[in-house]
């Protein structure tokens, strides 16, 4: 980040419930190695709190601190900040693929609905949360959670909001004579993403009902 002269780097503030990938929203002057947050100027505050250096930029695990109903876990790969409005947890790649997978199954839904009734999720609540390995299953949730993260991704993308837009998504169907047809087929892949996207959840569902 120091290197590479820049200014603006993502920042991760939680925000509204999503699965999987998304709430790409924020940015923070992190410039000379945030030197302007770090040292405000006499009578400024800064509500900066990211307080362990060693987990910068590194990819992670998030969720809304505060939520108006269940908690959702989310993505952010390798070059975002984060405080504590958007908590997150660290582990190697695999670890966080399988941790995500469990704890957006139904069995911690009901987990956190005991340990967190207030609806204020703070990360050593999370870090109570039964976390079981099944090595015979491993394999399958991390390829289920690598799946859900890119069609989460593809969805968010989609909007002309996200950082990765490219194009608007009728454009690759562009070829049908008709706009009503376009946006059928852009309808129908929308919906089958979602569809898979759903059985895939129901799959880690049945998952780890039987693990736990």
Request: hydrophobic share 30%; net charge negative.
């Amino acid at each position: 980040a120091a290197r590479s002269g820049k200014k603006w780097f993502p920042y991760n503030k939680g925000g509204e419930f999503r699965r999987w990938y998304g709430n790409n929203d924020c940015v923070i002057n992190w410039q000379r190695d945030g030197y302007e947050i770090l040292h405000p100027n006499e009578g400024e505050t800064r509500s900066f709190q990211n307080v362990q250096e060693n987990t910068r930029f590194v990819p992670h695990v998030t969720w809304s601190k505060v939520s108006s109903g269940s908690i959702a876990f989310r993505y952010k790969p390798q070059g975002h900040l984060y405080d504590m409005a958007g908590a997150s947890m660290f582990a190697s790649e695999d670890v966080l693929n399988y941790v995500q997978g469990v704890l957006s199954s139904k069995i911690i839904d009901k987990v956190s609905s005991l340990i967190s009734p207030t609806l204020n999720f703070e990360p050593g609540q999370i870090g109570s949360y039964p976390i079981i390995q099944s090595p015979q299953h491993r394999d399958e949730v991390i390829r289920l959670v690598e799946e859900n993260r890119e069609l989460s991704k593809t969805d968010w993308d989609s909007f002309e909001t996200s950082w990765d837009f490219e194009q608007h998504p009728l454009l690759p169907h562009g070829d049908e004579t008709k706009l009503a047809d376009t946006y059928s087929a852009w309808e129908r892949e929308a919906s089958d993403r979602w569809n898979q996207l759903k059985a895939n959840e129901e799959r880690l569902n049945e998952i780890f009902i039987e693990v736990y």
